[in-house]
């Protein structure tokens, strides 16, 4: 809704981890998710950072439970990328709206 802003909370994560989040992550956005989102980010190291930092546009990856992510507007995108080599447990998350401060 108008006015509001979203609230993500990772219940559980373990996606492949590997040093840059390259095979499998997950990409929290303040925008839609699209194929141009993940072409975006791109392989420098700025955009390859590990799952510590939820930062928008961040590749998560690993089995480090990511600190919730607060959307900055009443949007927001949640893709997941998977080379299929290897599989984990994969991810839990919660949302909810809630007014904008």
């Known amino acids: ?3 509001m802003v979203i609230r993500l909370t990772f219940q ?15 990409v929290i956005s303040n925008k839609p998710i699209t194929k141009a989102v993940f072409n975006d980010m791109g392989t420098d190291d700025r ?4 799952s510590q930092n ?6 998560l990856c ?3 439970l990511p600190q919730p992510f607060t959307s900055s507007a009443n949007q927001i995108g949640v893709g997941f990328f ?4 290897t599989s984990a447990g994969g991810f839990l998350l919660t ?3 809630i007014n904008r401060s």
Not at 47 to 50: F, P, Q, Y
Request: hydrophobic letters at 30%.
């Open 1 to 3: 809704p108008l006015g």
């Open 62 to 64: 690993g089995d480090i």
């Open 82 to 85: 998977s080379d299929y080599t």
């Open 95 to 97: 949302y909810e709206a």
């Open 12 to 26: 559980h994560f373990d996606v492949e981890a590997d040093d840059r989040c390259a095979a499998d992550y997950a």
């Open 54 to 59: 939820t930062a928008s546009g961040s590749r």
């Open 47 to 50: 955009a390859l950072e590990k």
